[in-house]
């Protein structure tokens, strides 16, 4: 995924690689490769950019808290650049996604 969405950003202005990633990440295969990779990454703010473009993927931060039951603001707090999301948070926000947290060997 990451060589692809290099390659797409060459090829695409700004705007139109944003929407495509967007479009992208509704594929939970998509938006799970996405964030394994910026999980690979080892970046923090990596991951926390990398978790909103999801939730925008699946109707924003709005309809994550609707469907987490968390405020939108604290949503938007949890995964701001500074950002620090509790793993209950995280877990919530990867479930209203169709994703999990899962742990492999190294």
Do not use: C, W
């Amino acid at each position: 995924m990451r060589k692809k969405a290099i390659d797409r950003a060459t090829d695409l202005g700004a705007d139109d690689y944003a929407s495509q990633l967007i479009e992208d990440l509704k594929d939970p295969v998509e938006a799970a490769a996405y964030l394994e990779a910026a999980l690979e990454e080892g970046d923090r703010e990596a991951l926390l950019v990398a978790m909103r473009h999801v939730a925008a993927a699946h109707g924003g931060m709005a309809a994550i808290a609707q469907q987490t039951g968390l405020s939108r603001e604290s949503l938007y707090r949890a995964f701001s650049k500074r950002g620090n999301p509790t793993v209950a948070t995280l877990s919530s926000v990867l479930a209203a996604t169709g994703l999990r947290l899962s742990v492999q060997p190294a």
